[in-house]
Structure formats: C-alpha cells, structure tokens
Nanobody, 120 residues
Framework: QVQLVESGGGLVQPGGSLRLSCAAS????????LGWYRQAPGKQRELVAA???????TYGDSVKGRFTISRDSAKNTVYLQMNSLKPEDTAVYYC??????????????WGQGTQVTVSS
C-alpha cells in the first residue's frame, strides 16, 4: 500500500508563492500518473495539475500559467510550484497517484491533504 505525504502548505499573501511536495513511501511504477487536486469549503474536488504515465501534463484552467507540476522519480516525489497565488486558490490540496488501464482506474492513492490559505 503506497502512502502519499504532502507538505509545503501554509498561509501566504496574494501574489506570493508556495511549493508543495508529495513524497511516496515507495517507488511508484511508471504506470501511474501523478496529480494534484484541491477542494475548497463547499466545493467539489477539482484537478489542479497532473502528469500522465506517458508524461503528458494537464492543468486546470484557473491555474494555467501560474502553477507548475514536476516529478522527481529518483526521489519518489511530485511537486507543485504555485506562483501568483490568489485568494481563490485557498483550499486543501491533495496528492494523487492513479493507474489507468484501458480507460479504467486500476489503482488509486490519495494523500491526507495540505492546507493552502491565500490571504492578506
């Protein structure tokens, strides 16, 4: 059972930056895509950014041009660099590892989440 542990959240002023990290307890197969999701109070969980098993990168429309996802396979870690933060980015951010085979989710892991608060 893979465990994902997020870190790097906190309180930041609008326009500021944060870098989130998600460390896996063991090596994650290249079959897994990695991603970051977020959930604000009263809202559904939404995709922030993801790297597919094939290396394709996807960003949510609201974060394009401001956030960058990256993966360090040697460290079993995925990062989310967040720049130009806005109050609407405030949410709990979750790390996800997902194996999709022939269009179906075969395996799916979630971290416990890290709070990001953007406020002056």
């Amino acid at each position: 059972q893979v465990q994902l542990v997020e870190s790097g959240g906190g309180l930041v002023q609008p326009g500021g930056s944060l870098r989130l990290s998600c460390a896996a307890s063991e090596r994650i197969s290249s079959n897994y895509g990695l991603g970051w999701y977020r959930q604000a109070p009263g809202k559904q969980r939404e995709l922030v950014a993801a790297i597919s098993s094939g290396g394709a990168i996807t960003y949510g429309d609201s974060v394009k041009g401001r956030f960058t996802i990256s993966r360090d396979s040697a460290k079993n870690t995925v990062y989310l660099q967040m720049n130009s933060l806005k109050p609407e980015d405030t949410a709990v951010y979750y790390c996800n590892a997902k194996w999709i085979f022939m269009g179906k989710v075969v395996d799916d892991y979630w971290g416990q989440g890290t709070q990001v608060t953007v406020s002056s």
